[in-house]
């Protein structure tokens, strides 16, 4: 591949993935619940608190790859998800440019995530991936995931998706 992986931190560096991440991705953020969860403010303080990681990969300074690494403790919103008492980490939010998919960039991506989580003392890696992106779940389980459940669609999220969890 030959594209380093770079940390996303800064809130022009989170503005410039989400701009190129939420068209892949599908996410509106002009709805209220997607705004809240994955505003740049919050991006920033969540980044700021060592809660989350983010990293991109980028060609010729252009954006092609990236995903955001959350840390789940019991309590927090996503227990809808997981029914697990330790501290897990949701990789989430991949997005590959349409030009450089099946390359490996995700997959590069994914021991980042893991390191992350290593660091954080979680006991596994989360991930939630749409049932209509078979590529996605071919990547999560070529590096070890297994699927834990179904999430039938919201009102915020359509579509089913499977959540895989990695034990690390």
């Known amino acids: 591949m030959g594209n380093p992986i770079e940390p996303i931190q800064t809130a022009d560096e989170i503005d410039a993935y989400l701009a190129f991440a939420n068209p892949i991705i599908g996410v509106d953020m002009n709805d209220p619940y997607m705004r809240r969860l994955y505003g740049t403010d919050n991006l920033v303080r969540e980044i700021a608190e060592e809660r989350r990681a983010g990293f991109m990969i980028r060609d010729g300074g252009t954006i092609v790859a990236g995903s955001f690494a959350k840390i789940l403790r019991v309590g927090d919103k ?91």
């Open 78 to 168: 996503f227990d809808r998800r997981i029914d697990d008492p330790r501290t897990l980490v949701l990789t989430e939010y991949w997005a590959v440019a349409e030009t450089r998919r099946r390359q490996g960039l995700i997959s590069s991506l994914i021991p980042r995530c893991e390191s992350f989580a290593r660091g954080c003392l979680a006991s596994g890696l989360v991930a939630e991936i749409e049932l209509a992106n078979p590529a996605s779940l071919h990547v999560a389980f070529g590096h070890g995931f297994v699927a834990t459940h179904l999430l039938g669609a919201s009102l915020a999220i359509p579509g089913d998706f499977l959540i895989l969890r990695k034990d690390l």
